[in-house]
């Protein structure tokens, strides 16, 4: 079992900035991709982006230059820096954990993030 740990987050102004971090502990693995994906009021689930043990990154189009994922390997950890934040950006953000050897996912609690106008 991997649990995850997620902090960060909350209200903000559109422009503003805010870091997310996710903390994985239990049985991990050195090979794995860790992401962060939102839930938007009445929208579908999305990824936002991910990280790869090895440092290979994923966007989505909507972050692209905004938003900025990395990663500690030694603690296990994922962050989210959040830049020129807009109103749609409001979310619950849940990180999730994939071991590549097992093929099984693990999600955080989630964070609220509210972005107003």
């Known amino acids: 079992q991997v649990q995850l740990v997620q902090s960060g987050g909350g209200l903000v102004q559109a422009g503003g900035s805010l870091r997310l971090s996710c903390a994985a502990s239990?049985?991990?693995?050195?090979?794995?991709?860790m992401g962060w994906y939102r839930q938007g009021p009445g929208k579908e689930y999305e990824l936002v982006a991910r990280i790869a043990s090895g440092g290979t990154t994923e966007y989505a189009d909507s972050v692209k230059g905004r938003f900025t994922i990395s990663r500690d390997n030694a603690e296990n950890t994922v962050y989210l820096e959040m830049n020129s934040l807009k109103p749609e950006d409001t979310a619950v953000y849940y990180c999730?954990?994939?071991?590549?050897?097992?093929?099984?996912?693990?999600w955080g609690q989630g964070t609220q993030v509210t972005v107003s106008s």
């Open positions: 999730r954990y994939y071991n590549i050897w097992t093929a099984r996912e693990y």
């Open positions: 239990g049985s991990t693995f050195s090979i794995n991709s």
